[in-house]
């Protein structure tokens, strides 16, 4: 499950790597077993006519069409798949050969929701909503999404405590307490605190 490292800044580093649930491989799984239970029933239905060999190959071309169009693709489209954290951004990546994604820096992010129906945190998995710049982006079938939220709560204070020390002083920190902080620190460090 490598996510290519290229697509990386130079001072980027993942924190945490996964794809959808797999869950969603279900459907598929049962798309295959009812395709494969529709076409054996058919298959034995025409064993006993003349064209029956006729029609197994029919039979045989639309039962792969079907698999192709209800499996096949689906877990390939599941397996291009993934969600990423790094320190500085929220990515996902889907298609297969069409390609598309979302980087959502982490200093833009204002919240991270997360909700979880009970079979869902049975299976291990929920939706993780993030409010960026006043919108809200929402993804479904994130596997873990308890972790997920955590992981991205401890990268946005990693990053906004290192733009606070950057800056020199927090953001909404008044001239006043930011002196009276020195001051303190100051006084203990004459008092051999």
Do not use: K, Y
């Not at 997360?114 to 909503?129: I, W």
């Not at 800056?167 to 008044?174: D, I, M, S």
């Amino acid at each position: 499950m490598a996510f290519p490292d290229d697509a990386l800044g130079e001072d980027e580093r993942v924190v945490l790597l996964g794809r959808p649930h797999w869950r969603l491989c279900l459907r598929p799984a049962c798309a295959l077993l009812l395709v494969a239970a529709v076409a054996g029933f058919a298959a034995a239905v025409v064993r006993l006519q003349v064209w029956a060999p006729w029609a197994w190959a029919l039979l045989g071309v639309l039962a792969g069409l079907a698999v192709t169009r209800t499996t096949v693709l689906p877990l390939v489209r599941w397996r291009c798949s993934h969600l990423l954290v790094t320190n500085l951004r929220f990515v996902v990546r889907e298609g297969m050969g069409a390609r598309e994604g979302l980087d959502v820096p982490i200093d833009r992010i204002d919240a991270v929701r997360v909700r979880s129906t009970t079979v869902e945190r049975l299976l291990g998995c929920g939706t993780l909503a993030l409010d960026v710049a006043g919108e809200r982006l929402t993804f479904r079938h994130v596997p873990v999404v308890e972790r997920v939220q955590a992981r991205l709560h401890r990268e946005i204070g990693r990053t906004g405590s290192a733009r606070r020390g950057a800056a020199g002083t927090a953001p909404g920190e008044t001239q006043r307490t930011s002196l009276r902080g020195r001051a303190g620190a100051a006084v203990r460090e004459r008092m051999g605190a």
